[in-house]
């Protein structure tokens, strides 16, 4: 195990999804069974005391390919030569806060973090946005980072995607692995649209094996849309898990490719692809090679689909115009 360690930086590392992500980054999940990593834990100063406990238990696992933890409350330290960095610390919307509040309050922290990224991070570095709103937080971020590639900044609609691909196995019986081209379009908001109409089923349309479209439209897209509330109200914290789980999946899918045949869903600066307006960071359908992604083109959008992708981009444009008239971007 000759290779050199990956950094990567985790910020709101003491918090419930870093507590369930660091340990699977630790053992390989990450990156790959062979690839070693350095942790930086990025913590506001109040949090770094428990990040120290969560390193104290990441030694007690010896993992074997972890070669070090750094734990900080300094973004400048936090980034130095980060390779992939997974940003969950977020400002969480409480009693009475605006809209525009929360989206100031979470550009206080976007804003100095994709400075700190565009100042210290290594060239190839790759960013994952899970703190919501996850989508405009990497549109801050990456304004903030100009000599960073602007699609290197993403955002996480990987765990919409996986609870699309669930729940569409649960109605028809399918196994999880034998749906493939799912895709989550817009926000990870309740506008998100998950689509299956150019989604299979062991190699069947799944609209077509479904062929039930008042499902669609009154269970299967709230459910998935809404399961954020869903797991909120049932356990009385946000998702925590599931979420660590996704960013693990997207960052691994990102680096290791996506298998032939099938795509996967990722919050990205659009190109203007489908009409979604060029610079918003939207989910849309992606290939993964060799690091690097690309929107698979030539799907054909019904009007079902299309009513929906606008509505959620069209938020999306809203939170940009916002951010926009704050001065974050
Ligand atoms: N994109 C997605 O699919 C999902 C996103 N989320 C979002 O992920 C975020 C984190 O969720 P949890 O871990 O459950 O929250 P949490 O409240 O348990 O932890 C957040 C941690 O971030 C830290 N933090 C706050 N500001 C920071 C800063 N400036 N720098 C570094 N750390 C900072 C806090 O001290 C805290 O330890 C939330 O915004 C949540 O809404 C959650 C589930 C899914
Ligand atoms: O609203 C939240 O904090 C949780 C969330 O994003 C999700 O579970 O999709």
Redesign the pocket.
């Known amino acids: 195990m000759t290779r050199t360690p990956v950094n990567v930086t985790v910020?709101?590392?003491?918090?419930?999804?870093?507590?369930a992500l660091l340990f699977r980054i630790a053992s390989g999940h990450l990156l790959g069974p062979d690839v070693p990593v350095n942790l930086r834990l990025?913590?506001?100063p109040?949090?770094v005391k428990?990040?120290e406990g969560t390193a104290m238990e990441l030694d007690d696992c010896a993992f074997p390919l972890l070669r070090g933890i750094e734990i900080t409350?300094d973004?400048n330290v936090a980034f130095a030569g980060a390779n992939v960095a997974l940003l969950?610390?977020?400002?969480?919307r409480t009693k009475g806060m605006e809209r525009g509040d929360l989206l100031a309050a979470n550009g206080?922290?976007f804003k100095?973090?994709g400075k700190a990224i565009n100042d210290n991070a290594a060239d190839d570095i790759k960013v994952l946005?899970?703190?919501?709103p996850?989508n405009t937080n990497a549109l801050i971020a990456q304004a903030a980072a100009p000599d960073v590639p602007a699609e290197r900044f993403t955002?996480?609609?990987?765990?919409?995607h996986n609870r699309a691909i669930s729940q569409l196995a649960a109605k028809t019986g399918a196994a999880v692995s034998d749906i493939k081209k799912l895709t989550i379009w817009g926000n990870?908001s309740a506008t998100q649209y998950p689509d299956i109409f150019h989604a299979e089923i062991a190699g069947k349309n799944a609209a077509e094996v479904v062929n039930d479209e008042a499902w669609l439209a009154d269970t299967f897209i709230p459910t998935v849309a809404k399961r954020?509330a869903a797991i909120i109200e049932a356990r009385g914290?946000?998702?925590?898990a599931?979420?660590a789980n996704?960013a693990i999946d997207h960052v691994h899918t990102w680096v290791n490719g996506t298998a032939a045949g099938d795509w996967t869903s990722m919050g990205i600066p659009s190109d203007g692809s489908y009409g979604v307006p060029e610079g918003i960071i939207s989910s849309f359908p992606v290939t993964t090679k060799d690091g690097t992604y690309e929107i698979v083109q030539g799907l054909d959008i019904n009007e079902f689909s299309r009513a929906r992708i606008d509505a959620s981009v069209k938020e999306l444009t809203e939170e940009r115009d916002a951010v926009r008239e704050l001065g974050l971007i």
């Open positions: 910020t709101g590392a003491a918090g419930q999804i870093g507590y990025l913590e506001i109040q949090g428990a990040a409350d973004p969950v610390g977020a400002r969480p206080g922290i100095p973090q946005v899970v703190g919501n996850a955002a996480m609609t990987r765990l919409d990870h954020g914290a946000s998702s925590a599931s979420a996704a």
